[in-house]
């Protein structure tokens, strides 16, 4: 029930293609939903993150679409770059009450390559 | 400091040996939390702190494996008696609110 299931485990698309990672969750407490950007020999970075109460979040090319009655959510990369080519993560937490003890459950990562 | 800083960047231990790894937290941030990333993907959650106290332990192999965040001290993280299945990546990450967090560059542990 603590697992966070990513796909695919990895990706190659097009340059100008859009890039679409799937996670999907158990735990119905989950309530706080981030993305993680990580490149070789570089810590995970903050990329954007959800909330359930909403289905969908933009920041710039990254959106992420949340279906919570699926218990599923997607990263999408609009007109996907070169150097947008890293490991995304997806991950998940319970940010209430005691049961939040800031402990993120990640995804197994996807790799994607972005072709010039 | 305005980023996760940690110390050393690389580090290698024979078996059996004690590794001490070390994390700066953003300044003004009162949660600190340690994960291990093991075959390059797999992150596994070790311990997280509320300032100095311990706020959730349940990640972590406690026969050898040990952590602090003392007042006005980097935190650390110590394994004593290393096996070679503690190689890994560790990140420590630190937060605000216990939610948004921003991760270090990582340690690299190899065990030789």
């Known amino acids: 029930q603590q697992q966070v299931k990513q796909s695919p485990q990895s990706l190659i698309v097009q340059k100008g293609g859009i890039s679409i990672i799937n996670c999907a969750y158990e735990n119905t407490a989950f309530d706080y939903f981030p993305w993680y950007q990580q490149f070789p020999g570089k810590g995970p970075a903050l990329l954007i993150a959800i909330r359930p109460d909403v289905s969908e979040k933009k920041e710039g090319r990254f959106t992420i679409s949340f279906n919570k009655s699926a218990k599923q959510f997607s990263l999408h990369i609009m007109d996907s770059q070169p150097g947008d080519s890293a490991t995304y993560f997806c991950a998940a937490l319970i940010s209430h009450g005691s049961s939040n003890t800031g402990k993120l459950i990640f995804g197994q990562g996807t790799t994607l390559q972005v072709k010039p | 400091g305005e980023e996760v800083a940690q110390t050393p960047k690389h580090l290698v231990r024979g078996e059996g040996q004690k590794a001490k790894l070390y994390c700066a937290p953003i300044?003004?941030?009162?949660?600190v939390f340690w994960y291990q990333q093991v075959l390059k993907n797999e992150f596994k959650f070790l311990i997280s702190?509320?300032?100095?106290?311990?706020?959730?332990e349940t990640g972590m192999p406690k026969e050898r494996f040990s952590a602090k965040c003392l007042p006005n001290s980097p935190c650390s993280l110590e394994i004593q008696a290393t096996k070679l299945e503690d190689s890994a990546v560790y990140f420590c990450a630190s937060s605000h609110r216990a939610t948004e967090a921003f991760f270090g560059q990582g340690t690299r542990l190899t065990v030789v």
């Open positions: 702190f509320q300032n100095e106290n311990v706020f959730d």
């Open positions: 300044k003004g941030h009162s949660y």
